[in-house]
């Protein structure tokens, strides 16, 4: 198993554009989680997944991000407009739920820069 | 409200002497702790968690409720250890997502 498989793995942008960044999670895995990383505030939980459904998107920034799992094997996370602040590491995450939550199986991250 | 904070941003120690990152946590619950980590070019992992009991790489955490604290400990660093360390919290239910510290990152001096 390739393990969680993001792309892109580095996007540059300007601001303004649409970023949409994405994530397939492990086979089986019925969590899907969506992290932020900065140097300031460290890993914040943007958003995740049970079973396709939205669960909790209280950590998304604002209304211009937003996150989509249109089946148990994708999911999208998106930003418009982009904004300079928005320059991080996002982190896609699954893991098996029930007794296994708790182990998170990460990717290797999407490195978004916007000018 | 659940919080996790790992008051070191850096630590630096000498091939050999023993390590501690400290993490106290924030939880009216029974919380589950983690510890993760990210070596240099690879993906964010799981290091070991409270409810194991277990030692990973030479690594060992004890929960302490009385002091809300999960400090990592290894008597001997080794080089191979540098790396990003992440303390994390779940509560007991297991359906709550993880929440993280802002993370240490451990310099081992040869």
């Known amino acids: 198993d390739a393990g969680v498989i993001q792309s892109p793995r580095h996007e540059v942008t300007e601001m303004g554009q649409e970023v949409t960044l994405r994530c397939k999670p492990i086979s089986g895995h019925n969590s899907l989680f969506w992290y932020r990383q900065t140097m300031m505030r460290g890993l914040e939980l943007l958003i995740y997944f049970n079973n396709n459904v939205p669960i909790d998107d209280s950590g998304m920034p604002e209304d211009r991000f937003s996150a989509k799992m249109p089946n148990a094997s994708f999911s999208t996370l998106k930003i418009q407009p982009s904004e300079p602040r928005d320059s991080a590491v996002y982190f896609c995450a699954s893991s098996p739920g029930g007794e296994a939550t708790g182990e998170l199986f990460f990717g290797e991250g999407s490195r978004l820069t916007v000018l | 409200a659940q919080r996790v904070t790992q008051p070191e941003k850096l630590l630096s120690v000498f091939k050999g002497a023993p390590v501690e990152l400290k993490c106290n946590y924030s939880?009216?619950?029974?919380?589950?702790l983690f510890w993760y980590v990210q070596y240099s070019r690879q993906r964010l992992q799981l290091l070991l968690r409270?409810?194991s009991r277990e030692s990973i790489k030479g690594f060992t955490a004890d929960l302490n409720k009385g002091e809300t604290s999960f400090h990592l400990k290894k008597p001997f660093a080794q080089e191979e250890d540098s790396a990003m360390y992440y303390c994390?919290?779940?509560?007991?239910?297991?359906?709550?997502?993880?929440?993280f510290g802002k993370g240490t990152r451990l310099s081992v001096i040869a």
């Open positions: 994390a919290l779940s509560g007991h239910s297991g359906n709550t997502p993880l929440v």
């Open positions: 409270h409810i």
């Open positions: 939880y009216s619950g029974s919380p589950e």
